[in-house]
């Protein structure tokens, strides 16, 4: 177990692991260049080849702390799937995930996590929380306000994580889950402990976001830092301005930075949490196994913090399958390879 541990502590620190400083400032200076984009990158989103799907009308319900915009797509009595975005995405990572899953008879659900895009806290006094263990709870209220007993939870980055916490605290909520990334259950405990200066120089990002600099930088220039972690983390695939813009869109949220913000200081042990939620931190301090059937994803070309499947493959002690998507699939696999993340939920729902 120890081991174990020690091995998702590194391996979720390999943001940058292939990379150079170097890199990186060629990224800074690339990010609205298009002569930075190689002929040999994958076309499934370059100028004029963009996605054709797209959601109808968002709904909006009460559910918990949120009023929550979400989009929904498939017949009303199909099976429920919650499709869950991360950071700094958006709900349109699934858009070609949900017609996908409508065709086979799927209810999806696609929620605005909180501090994007349409969702909303119902109280100015509400603590803007981005802990884990909270985003998870948001999930809960979501399936309780739609009446929805048990889904299939599906996601990547904090999506993932939720999906995880979800798993391994309320099971009986999960019909099963699809875990881009795997096992990403973490603590401040394991946030806290100093690592090697390479490792460390990988987290770039959270230092930054650590200081009050950090903030007011990322407030300036969200946009153009949320497009440089686009292709830092999926370094293969080649998105045009649309689809990012499409996505910025929900940046603007007015509680976007507190959360992002929040959410990875509370990590570093740099800001409180609700003394509420502490009980919810500390089982899931102990890394606890998921039971219910799983599939974890990863794409060949991640660019972002992951660890190796083989440092959590244990912790999956139900059903459990890895795969990995091979094609230059980087760390938004469901907008990079929707195909694949769709017969990943299928496939967990019959397992």
């Known amino acids: 177990m120890k081991e174990i541990s020690e091995n998702l502590k590194y391996d979720r620190r390999s943001f940058l692991r292939r990379t150079a400083m170097t890199v990186v400032a060629a990224q800074f200076a690339a990010i609205n260049s298009a002569s930075a984009r190689s002929e040999g990158t994958r076309k499934r989103a370059s100028v004029g080849n963009e996605s054709k799907n797209s959601f109808g009308p968002l709904k909006q319900i009460d559910a918990g702390v949120l009023n929550v915009g979400y989009a929904e797509s498939g017949p009303a009595d199909g099976r429920p799937v919650l499709l869950l975005h991360g950071w700094p995405y958006d709900i349109h990572s699934f858009v070609d995930v949900a017609p996908l899953l409508a065709a086979k008879g799927y209810r999806s659900i696609i929620p605005y996590v909180r501090g994007y895009g349409t969702t909303r806290f119902l109280s100015a006094d509400t603590v803007r929380n ?151 931190e500390t089982r899931l301090a102990q890394a606890p196994e998921i039971t219910v059937p799983s599939i974890t994803l990863e794409g060949d070309a991640n660019g972002a913090p992951h660890p190796e499947p083989q440092a959590y493959a244990k912790k999956f002690v139900g059903k459990y399958e890895h795969r990995t998507i091979k094609g230059g699939i980087g760390h938004n696999l469901p907008q990079e390879a929707p195909e694949a993340f769709v017969k990943a939920v299928i496939d967990v729902d019959y397992f």
């Open 130 to 280: 981005g802990q884990p263990s909270v985003v998870a709870l948001d999930a809960i209220a979501l399936l309780d306000a739609l009446k929805i007993d048990k889904a299939i939870f599906a996601g990547f980055d904090w999506g993932a994580r939720t999906a995880d916490i979800v798993a391994a605290l309320w099971p009986e909520r999960c019909k099963g889950i699809v875990s881009v990334s795997g096992y990403l259950i973490g603590s401040q405990a394991s946030g806290k402990t100093p690592l090697p200066p390479k490792a460390e120089f990988e987290w770039w990002y959270q230092f930054y976001f650590a200081t009050e600099r950090g903030r007011a930088g990322y407030d300036k220039y969200r946009r153009d830092f949320s497009k440089l972690i686009w292709q830092l983390a999926s370094p293969k695939w080649n998105f045009d301005d649309a689809t990012f813009d499409r996505s910025a869109e929900s940046f603007d949220n007015p509680d976007h930075v507190n959360i992002v913000i929040h959410s990875y200081r509370w990590r570093q042990g740099l800001a409180e949490g609700e003394a509420k939620y502490d009980n919810l």
